[in-house]
């Protein structure tokens, strides 16, 4: 950013300025914080694999894919339901319900069949997946609603 950037919202009267042109809406901040699971967890896993070897690797990425696939599924609740307070609230619960039954399924899938697996390097991947979901949850409510408008 540079010294002359000025933060702006929507509130402030400014003409051109709107709603749609906030850096970090609630449905960005959501698929970012998916993607940035996603990616995050895939290049962490290609240098564990050339690292660690393949195991390691593998049981990397299927830990973030247990942080993954439920955060899509309760990311795609919310971002479907519009109608009302009352059907916002059913889908929040609908989403985390089911979000916690596919991370426990996705869990006990991998350690039943997966041989031979890293449990450190499954819950390490899961764990990293989450703090980085948390972080960009967490950057996204700093900017808020607000606009980074560059003095010319």
Known sequence: MSAGAIFLTAGDGVPGINESQFLLTPERQMRLAVLGQAGFGIGVGAVLAMMQGRAVAISWLLGVFVAVVPNAFLAARLLGSRA??????????????????????????????????SALAVFGGFISAQMVAIGVLALGGLVGNEQVVTKN
């Open 84 to 117: 009302d307070a009352r059907a916002m609230l059913r889908a929040a619960w609908i989403g985390e319900i089911g979000k916690f039954a596919l991370t426990i399924l996705l869990f006990g899938v991998i350690f039943a069949s997966l041989r031979p697996f």
